[in-house]
């Protein structure tokens, strides 16, 4: 009966009558259990944030006031300066590196274009540790400097400073705004030139008045989603001692045992986190601009004389210092403390840990996704469609405090099972799953569900109504539709889906340090332990892994590139 209904429903979209009037004429179908999935999943979202939020609205005046008068302003003064001078840089470099490889010609410019996003591969923390021991003052740079010039260098630039932090952040995250607004110029850069440059103006002129005007709602989405993981971070900000609302969290909960103080102080970022999307949504709402075909074949501006090599120059220094250099001193570290540390029998437990997690989560996440999404096909209505969002709205959260907000209601869950199996059987049960795997890969769904929610769902809107409709005709139900008509489709978006899944969790830090159970350690686990004592060789086999982990995503998209392109 369901089947018969959902095929009333495309055929009634078919006719233009739409699925409200399906809705109107049959309340009792309302709820149909592929919508309780959808609602299930946002729910379970929904609980963390809302007790993050809740906390807020509840505060203890004693915590708060401690924090006021101790930690809180130097927070804010620190995350407003980091966010600042990460939105300027990345702004700066993404959008200029953007321009010179959509627009211009020049040698290199095919090999440049996909380099620039091999810095994706190097999750932000371990950049931050391999920058530390490079131009510290104790690092080889410095004392080569030193012996060089035999000078105490005074004029050298701290590297342990906000500016150090901002530099790192902004060689990590200036891929964001290159991809978006190279998408940008490439839809209409060189056209938009071109019109301005029949209007009288020049190349400078025209970049500053046309081109980079029309390109702003791809270069805010960009810069958003730098800002977002900037305020998300804690690996980068932990190595650099530099104290954020994410290591506030963190040491409030594992240093200061004060869950309130961690749960007040995630309150708050969470907040001016929401606020932050809103004012994003808000601004982009209000932009209309038209988008052409891509215009990578036609002919670009020849860049001549001594002006390819200055770009060639720029894109390479940029390069080097964001991806080879890094790459380059961990694989010696790694080399130097190879032996050392893989024939310890621990390492190999970090590296089982990470995979199995991962796998684990990869798995979870992206069958939650799937479910979701068949069932968004099934009832494309906008509660439904709300759902979804809700239940992707996890990715917008940092791990530090989306591991508060599953924490808490896990804890109180224990208790009441706990006190529930005392009072029914005189048993006691202790932790049932605060501090198991279950915890872990909860608040992993929750992060990631939006990760691998966006491939999926694109593969399955390439899949016509029409095949449902000779499903249906042909005697299948829903599941059996999902099974032998819609898996076999998605497999490409599944597998990319669960391997940027994959990929995110081998590198997430926070969620893992903060929920793991005890002893349950893993490669970014090792790497906070031994970038914590500055042990830096020690934390250089375990990066290269993420490193090689994270080219995963990357050759994949750029697979995907060269075939759409």
Request: proline letters at 4%.
């Amino acid at each position: 009966m369901k089947d018969e209904a959902y095929a009333a429903t495309i055929k009634s979209k078919a006719t233009g009558t739409g699925f409200s009037r399906f809705f109107a004429a049959n309340p009792h179908r309302k709820m149909t259990g592929w919508r309780w999935i959808v609602f299930f999943v946002a729910a379970l979202v929904l609980i963390p944030i809302g007790v993050i939020i809740s906390s807020f609205f509840s505060p203890a005046s004693d915590i708060w006031q401690h924090l006021v008068e101790t930690t809180l302003p130097g927070l804010l003064i620190n995350t407003f300066w980091l966010a600042l001078g990460v939105v300027v840089g990345t702004t700066l470099l993404g959008v200029s590196l953007a321009w010179f490889t959509a627009v211009y010609e020049f040698p290199g410019r095919k090999f440049f274009s996909w380099a620039l996003l091999l810095p994706f591969a190097i999750p932000a923390y371990v950049t931050a540790f391999v920058a530390l021991g490079l131009f510290d003052y104790a690092g080889p740079v410095q004392t080569a400097l030193r012996a060089w010039l035999d000078s105490d260098l005074h004029w050298f630039p701290d590297i342990r400073s906000r500016l150090g932090v901002i530099m790192v952040m902004t060689l990590a995250f200036y891929p964001y705004v290159y991809l978006l607004a190279r998408n940008a110029f490439l839809t209409q850069g060189k056209r938009s030139l071109e019109a301005a440059q029949s209007l009288g103006l020049n190349r400078q002129q025209g970049f500053c008045r046309v081109a980079l005007p029309m390109a702003r709602p791809w270069i805010a989405g960009g810069v958003m989603l730098a800002l977002m993981e900037t305020l998300a971070d804690f690996g980068t900000v932990a190595v650099f001692n530099y104290d954020t609302f994410t290591t506030a969290i963190y040491k409030a909960w594992f240093s200061m045992f004060s869950l309130s103080a961690a749960s007040q102080l995630a309150s708050l970022l969470i907040l001016i986190i929401f606020v932050l999307i809103f004012l994003e949504q808000q601004f982009r709402s209000r932009m209309r601009y038209a988008e052409t075909k891509k215009s990578q074949h036609a002919d670009r501006i020849k860049l001549t004389g001594w002006h390819p090599w200055a770009v060639i120059g720029f894109i390479s220094a940029v390069l080097f210092v964001a991806f080879v250099l890094p790459v380059t001193q961990l694989v010696f570290w790694a080399l130097d403390s190879f032996v050392r540390d893989f024939d310890q029998q621990r390492y190999l437990e970090f590296l089982w840990h990470s995979l199995s997690l991962s796998g684990l989560a990869a798995f979870i996440t992206c069958a939650v996704a799937v479910l979701m999404v068949y069932a968004a096909r099934r009832h494309p209505d906008g509660i439904t469609r709300t759902a979804v969002r809700i239940a992707t709205l996890g990715y917008a959260l940092p791990g530090a405090v989306l591991a508060v907000g599953v924490f808490v209601p896990i804890a109180w869950l224990d208790g009441q099972l706990s006190e529930l199996a005392l009072q029914l059987f005189d048993i006691e049960t202790g932790r049932l799953i605060q501090g198991t795997l279950a915890t872990m890969l909860i608040a992993y769904m929750t992060r990631f569900l939006a990760v691998s929610h966006f491939p999926i769902d694109s593969a399955m809107q390439r899949i016509t109504r029409s095949i449902d409709e000779a499903a249906l005709g042909l005697g299948l139900n829903s599941w059996s539709m999902l099974q032998k008509i819609h898996l076999p489709i998605l497999k490409s978006g599944i597998f990319t889906a669960a391997t940027l899944v994959f990929v995110d969790v081998m590198k997430e830090m926070p969620i893992t340090l903060m929920t793991r159970p005890f002893g349950w350690d893993t490669l970014a686990v090792r790497i906070f332990e031994m970038t914590s004592e500055g042990e830096w060789e020690q934390a250089a086999l375990p990066s290269i892994t993420l490193v090689l982990a994270g080219l995963i995503p990357i050759i994949l998209f750029m697979r995907q590139t060269e075939k759409t392109s």
